[in-house]
């Protein structure tokens, strides 16, 4: 298989930019395979993904293509930009809780090789699912979490990702609240996934407060973490019906269902490079 | 067609329910066609609707099996209770602002005798939808609201009601609040929808907050009206995807279709006598 | 409001295709707004949709840009394309045979001038509707047909949609073949809606087989109209759930929502210009 | 907790038929937690689902239930039925052959507890997923079938079954088709997977199908396995939607989620007791 080259920008909109870029492509004799771009008229913001087939894929061609479009595309039009080579494999670190439905789901995408990643790192606040882990042969960190001890509890975390060269967390019903500084040190790739449709039901309990209402659809809602508990932006959402007869736990137990599909979506979206952050809010490219 | 009555029961839980109205049912020779209940455990409240066909629906057999059912049944199990002829063609009042999708619906529905219902009356507090009221020869009556004016206006709109029989108000897109009095001059009958998934982005401009917070769901919600805004008990909701690729405008079209048809669900519903209220929630029996 | 001109493109696929045509439209000064472009990998095909604000929208300028695109970029790439112009309001004419609830549908959008189009001709086999067409002043021709008298019922067909300068046909719930001559009259832009998911039920009575099959999700399908029939290339599709508790009767009244909106989406998709068409396949630039 | 009943009812429509369930039910002592009916107004057949705490849930007085029941109600009415226990724990074989992730996904659904099942088997045509058993402590026998060694194959499969005691069969991604002896030996109790959205894309490689029909959304369902294959009651069915973007294995992916998403759901209804089989189709109280 070719190696393929993923391009992610945004810039202020201004006329020629699909231009260039494609023609600095073509420029390095680069096969689109895939070009998806987008203008926020009301922000007059240009967002861009491309994908090619380069004729060269080795370091230094691809080191020059990327000088290039440096100098004579991104500065003049002051673009935002990343270049992800798609044969990369992401490092992938899962903190969990005590609910194992996610972390289950992500393992078996993992096993059956749907996902094209390595997981060196299991971190929990818990030991429930230290079996789990052990019987896939991954390292299982139990790190205990209190108010008090988060400071020292994070630094910990931030240790074993670096030393497992971790590229992305995903939190699996983690439950516990992440910092700036953890979320700074990952560079802002922490994925979560909210048992609830938000902006509806932010906080805990979000099942108990949906019964309460009365309403009669569900959702699980996966997004990057901000220091904005909850508010962070969105990656990818779902929903299932509910109806009077559901009582909390049967919420819970749909709901457990919706969490793994729509983290799932999110995670593969970001392993896809198919993802742009903007002012809080996100371009999904799938 | 044979007649058929609709029994509702909410009362508080307790054995022999079931068996209790079902045997009076039979004694009085009448043919259970649909019968749902439901418990809510938690509340520890029983719910249900049962509709058969009477041997004998004239005025006075259904006049005695009520006197029966009230002295043998609801007393002893201290029952809320309601019994409805589906055969009764309720009459209906459209309330619209300036937005005619839901109007335009509703009246297809109406004159295509999908919905088997009258509608004698149209009230706006704008002029621009009375054409439509017009050419299918509705009365459409004008009625001014502001701040000042509303408890007037109110009072206008439910003598208008009254004058003409109402059974049900729909608040198609009406835009304005209405007050406990009026709401209690209806009996509660009264049907509102919203334009976005409640809770989330109850108020105004639900649609500029959604494209703000990035979701990438965009709902409706119909619900019977109370005193507390966008916070009655939801009948119907749902849902439909959105996308970076949707600016505003495109999420309030999208939300029109939805806002129609989630509307027609709740009214429908309504129709059938399949909701039940306990606790600012609904039992819908569908 | 400033003119766009929106691009539709597809070729084998080759190096450089965005890059030249980009570079074309920025070479007449365009800004472009939109671009969506697909190659189908197993086909080697290459799709487009541009859609740009020019700075010279007058027909000489356009037609300037015409003549050089097809000279200098679609002949070389053996392009088949055409351009649009969105500010050009399609004439529509709306096929209907005894059910009311899609043109109803049409008649609301039309009116409320969510689509920007005119609708001069409303035809149909039986004179049921007349009555609707008459009080929104449209002209209602009444053709009544027969597997004897189609080639001639046709001919009149399409005599009346010359006349009235027709640009698309919309089969709201027609329930009658059209023959390949009519659809080339048309130039394939006749627009179906089937009342089942397809090619799930193809074939009249589809909610009967899917009530007979015991299905759990109904649905709708709206398409080209082709001379294969209910084989033309899809373009929306959408579906609702079913239990058993649906009659055949609920399930077409459930299906009537969905085939309306449905049917709607087809439309809006085809009168923006989103759609594509190849090899029996639509591809919607949505 | 204490223990419920479950009894599954279906008979020629009658009046009378829900009051002498309840009756006898009530006198008995117990109290209905849960009651759903379902008239078959064409074919005039009566579905009932009741679930109740009986004062005494040991085997004899359960006993003496049935007994009276057989006598009293289910003989003068014709009734076919049968008494569950709730407590009751379903022994479950899984048949896989060599996609992992509907196993997974029940192995998870298992050890997490979320299902009150004991696995004590799975059986393959293939070695592939035999680590996966053997890290559950999970019985695994590998059966190879051919078209010519299917009856032998399928004689060991029922000996393996009856020796560990399995209640139901889950057909998770088999590809395989059992015979009508297989079936029989499981009274019926064999639940599949399609991988499309039945009957759309009957038989084999229906994504491939599916894509090349262009549809725009897919499907799966799970239903009981009978000698037709792919006609058997469907149980549950969901879908997910596409475009021109997905290729065929795009569809896979998105298709895997929805196997064992809709597999998952039809297997919590049967272990519920919440399924009816009549004439091919199903009855589903959920």
Known sequence: MN????????????EGLVASVTALIRGFAGNIVDLDQHVDASRRVFFMRVEWTP???????????????AAQVAAPYQMHWRLERASRRPRVAVFVSRYGHCLYDILARWESA???IDIPLIVSNHRDLEAVAARHGIRYEHVPVTGATRPEAEQRQIGLLHEAGVDLVILARYMQIVSPAFIDAMKGNV????????PAFAGGQPYHAAHQRGVKIIGATSHYV?????AGPIIAQDVATVSHKDSVEDMVRKGRDLEKIV?????????RHEVLVFDNRTVVFD
Chains 1, 2, 3, 4 share one sequence.
């Open 3 to 14: 190696e393929t080259l993923i391009l992610l920008i945004h810039c202020p909109d201004r």
């Open 55 to 69: 004729r060269d894929a080795g370091p230094e061609a691809v080191g020059r293509f990327e000088e290039t479009f």
């Open 114 to 116: 749907e996902w094209p």
């Open 191 to 198: 994925i979560n996934i909210h048992h609830s449709f938000l």
């Open 226 to 230: 901000t220091a904005d508990l909850d």
């Open 263 to 271: 983290l799932a979506r999110a995670v593969y979206a970001h392993l």
